[in-house]
């Protein structure tokens, strides 16, 4: 009777596609408060994957869920299970952005370029106001919980734009960037180096044409983000979403100055240290 019970509960579920979007916006959440956790393993990827088909599948979400509550409630210590608690509990405000953004996806309220590009914008703002200082450190956790949000508002802001692109100069542009923000998102993250070691195995020389340091992918990860944004801000300017670009632009150049004068301050620090 119990497994009956369940039945007819999917069932439902599944003709009521408002409840199955929830469940699969949930499960894309949970995927990336795993991925974009600071103490990710590449053992962890598994768990990513399983998430993120439950979110590419709707009717599969429901099995998924079903499964990880299965899941808590036979294995309570199981390592999968205190790793997706812990990446939740440390990353909630991540997994509501990630599950809002894929909520109004599915209920096709973002749909178009602007729509992804007016997403990105906000949470690319949030990135890159560092000034004052107090409110750069009450921006802080909702600045790590808006840089995927970020990422997938700007790829999706590329790829429409790359769909109904009308030159070859525009469609370049927003493949350079989509390529940009994934590349500085997932393989060049300062803080991990899991997923990129395992891929640099297929590297011909291995990492000696990777930047391995945690400050040279810190920066290459900024500049790819900047590049990205940059090239964001002139899709916009080509569509006269000048509001948009005027806000968007100043945050840029402060951010360029800010990175500038870092720089130079790297730059005097090394020539004082140098010896005669």
Not at 5 to 33: E, H, I, K, P
Not at 71 to 91: D, G, P
Not at 229 to 244: D, G, I, Q, S
Request: with cysteine; net charge positive; glycine share 4%.
């Amino acid at each position: 009777r119990p497994l009956a019970c369940f039945f007819s509960a999917a069932q439902y579920l599944q003709r009521t596609d408002f409840l199955m979007d929830l469940l699969s916006s949930a499960a894309m959440g949970l995927a990336a408060v795993c991925f974009w956790q600071k103490d990710f393993v590449i053992n962890d990827l598994w768990l990513v994957t399983v998430l993120l088909i439950g979110g590419a599948v709707p009717s599969l979400a429901l099995v998924i869920a079903a499964a990880l509550s299965l899941a808590i409630v036979l294995v309570h210590e199981s390592n999968s299970v205190r790793k997706l608690k812990s990446a939740f509990l440390k990353n909630w405000r991540m997994f509501m952005l990630v599950w809002a953004l894929f909520s109004l996806c599915h209920r096709s309220v973002l749909t178009e370029f602007r729509h992804f590009s007016m997403v990105a914008w906000v949470s690319g703002c949030v990135q890159l106001l560092r000034e004052p200082v107090q409110l750069k450190l009450r921006l802080r956790e909702w600045r790590i919980a808006a840089g995927p949000i970020y990422t997938m508002a700007a790829s999706w802001s590329f790829v429409q734009y790359v769909r109904f692109a009308t030159t070859r100069a525009g469609a370049s542009i927003a493949v350079v960037g989509g390529i940009a923000a994934v590349v500085a998102s997932f393989v060049l993250r300062p803080d991990n180096q899991e997923l990129d070691r395992h891929l640099l195995r297929w590297l011909p020389n291995g990492p000696a044409e990777w930047p391995t340091a945690f400050s040279t992918r810190a920066r290459y990860h900024g500049i790819l983000m900047m590049l990205s944004m940059v090239l964001l801000t002139v899709l916009l300017l080509a569509e006269a979403e000048l509001l948009l670009v005027c806000i968007f632009f100043p945050l840029l150049l402060m951010e360029a100055a800010r990175r500038i004068t870092a720089s130079q301050a790297v730059a005097l620090g090394s020539m004082a240290f140098r010896p005669a």
